[in-house]
């Protein structure tokens, strides 16, 4: 990807935006017509962003439904107190924590408050089962599914996210990434800030993918996750590369029974293999179109 060229043109469309003198009069947000005329404006704005992104080398946008726009301005129009919940998923080394921390930091960067929520801190308790087995490896070797919805703790999570969109700050647990499968509960704390963002392969899975106003697939070249999966396992979390290469195996398989399936109820399908500066400039021209209005 020309990463250069797509970021210049980019940053282009926001001068253009901030400098342009056809500007509408910023609405009063505190009333519905002035949300509904903030909605039509942002719709028209946003399929510009489409057709821009179209004609990149390596587009960042692989799919949208074609009602998400429409059906996320109108929630908004009808609830702009409630938290705004954005789930993000895909398969294992596909790009999730990539992209949720570029949108935590472009958030952070123009202080918008930002909570995130990984859904692996969810995964059960199975310290017992690891002591008895002699270590994770073994236990998964013997068989024990550990993505499998089944092992993770959903109805807490459900539950979470719930007093989350409604404004109240919680303790979520803590699964420790040690080897040990000790899962510490209402270990960590996160505030229920305006924009909060959900990122792990069990964000879709049900009961779960109902809550969020904002449903992202990150899908990658197979290539791709396996050299960032073999390097991570290999260089982050000290495996030898033969059990890298059983776990990529596994994770690759249920991938395919837990995690694709939920491509086809997402509101957006990002490509993994996207630039991050340019899909940081593009939130960035987001940002521009939703603050950029002429003063009263």
């Not at 801190?121 to 550990?146: M, P, T, V």
């Not at 510490?184 to 899975?205: D, F, L, Q, R, W």
Request: charged share 25%; with cysteine; hydrophobic share 35%.
């Amino acid at each position: 990807m020309n990463t250069e060229n797509n970021n210049d043109g980019i940053s282009h469309l926001i001068a253009k935006e901030v400098n342009s003198t056809d500007k509408i009069y910023k609405p009063d947000f505190s009333q519905k017509t002035g949300r509904e005329l903030l909605a039509f404006y942002l719709q028209t704005k946003f399929k510009q962003v489409l057709a821009y992104d179209k004609k990149a080398k390596n587009p960042l946008i692989k799919g949208i439904k074609p009602d998400f726009i429409s059906r996320f301005m109108k929630r908004l129009i009808n609830n702009p107190q409630k938290r705004i919940l954005i789930g993000i998923t895909g398969e294992s080394a596909s790009g999730k924590s990539s992209i949720c921390s570029e949108i935590s930091n472009m958030i952070t960067r123009l202080n918008q408050p930002v909570s995130i929520v990984k859904t692996d801190n969810y995964f059960k308790d199975i310290s017992d089962l690891i002591k008895k087995y002699g270590s994770f490896d073994a236990l998964r070797d013997n068989g024990y599914d550990i993505d499998s919805p089944q092992n993770f703790q959903l109805d807490i999570l459900k539950q979470d996210l719930e007093s989350l969109a409604n404004g109240e700050d919680i303790r979520i647990p803590r699964y420790l990434l040690n080897g040990t499968g000790v899962s510490v509960p209402h270990s960590m704390p996160i505030k229920s800030n305006k924009v909060i963002i959900v990122e792990g392969i069990a964000t879709m899975y049900n009961p779960i993918q109902d809550i969020f106003d904002v449903k992202i697939y990150v899908e990658t070249d197979l290539d791709v996750r396996k050299k960032r999966f073999i390097e991570r396992a290999v260089k982050m979390r000290n495996q030898d590369p033969e059990n890298a290469q059983k776990h990529w195996e596994y994770v690759l398989k249920t991938g395919q029974e837990y995690v694709i399936p939920a491509r086809a109820n997402m509101d957006i399908i990002l490509n993994g293999d996207s630039s991050l500066p340019y899909f940081s400039q593009i939130l960035e021209y987001i940002h521009t179109i939703t603050n950029n209005f002429e003063s009263v």
